[in-house]
């Protein structure tokens, strides 16, 4: 069984620019969860949805954004980048009766000059 | 503001000890605590769930969960040097989950 996938697996781009980070979840799997984790700290929590919602929302500006589409893999935009959005960003989907338990997805570590 | 706490460490244990990582937690509806594994670089790697007050073990790993005290514990017999990574504690709360800032570990052969 394929894990959960994400493109590209390296971004770099320059201030102000945007980034669309993709994730196709685990086959079966309805929810998906966007992290963020900067270096050397720990994760925080972006963004949830399932079946084509935004279920929650973590604690960012609105310039994170995102979708859900009906193949339930998930897309991640970032407008207007800064300096302080590198980090690598984690993608993690889970079956909908059980979605405390999530899994990883390799990550996109993306770099803001 | 639910909140899940770790020691951030390093924790520095001998090759063949047992290594000892705990995690204390606020919400006290809290039903599902995870362990994860994450090498430097990578991404997290789930090793252990546990829902249920007491032991759980799965070869080398064991957790503890005490939800009267609110605290959860992973043990690992035998460290290898390849256990070596942050382990990140995970806490259910409203149908998401809350994170440890993780833990540290070294092994020193």
């Known amino acids: 069984e394929a894990g959960v996938t994400q493109s590209p697996t390296h971004l770099i781009k320059t201030r102000g620019q945007q980034a669309t980070l993709r994730c196709s979840p685990i086959?079966?799997?309805?929810?998906v969860y966007w992290y963020q984790q900067a270096l050397g700290l720990g994760l925080q929590f972006l963004l949830w949805?399932?079946?084509?919602?935004?279920?929650n929302r973590g604690n960012f500006p609105p310039r994170f954004s995102g979708r859900q589409f009906p193949n339930y893999s998930s897309e991640l935009n970032v407008n207007a980048l800064e300096l302080e959005d590198s980090a690598l960003y984690l993608c993690?989907?889970?079956?909908?009766?059980?979605?405390?338990?999530?899994?990883f997805g390799p990550g996109t570590r993306l770099l803001v000059l | 503001q639910k909140e899940v706490e770790q020691n951030s460490g390093p924790l520095s244990v001998p090759e063949g000890a047992i290594a000892s990582l705990n995690c204390t937690y606020s919400?006290?509806?809290?039903?599902?605590f995870f362990w994860y594994r994450q090498y430097s670089g990578k991404s997290p790697e789930l090793i252990m769930s546990?829902?249920s007050n007491g032991d759980k073990e799965d070869g080398r790993f064991t957790a503890q969960l005490n939800k009267a005290s609110q605290y959860v514990s992973l043990l690992i017999r035998d460290s290898q040097p390849s256990d070596s990574a942050t382990y990140l504690c995970a806490v259910d709360s409203n149908y998401q989950l809350i994170w440890g800032a993780g833990t540290k570990l070294i092994i020193k052969p």
């Open positions: 949805y399932d079946e084509g919602e935004e279920r």
């Open positions: 919400d006290r509806g809290s039903q599902s």
């Open positions: 086959s079966g799997h309805t929810s």
């Open positions: 993690a989907s889970s079956l909908r009766e059980s979605q405390e338990t999530q899994y």
């Open positions: 546990i829902y």
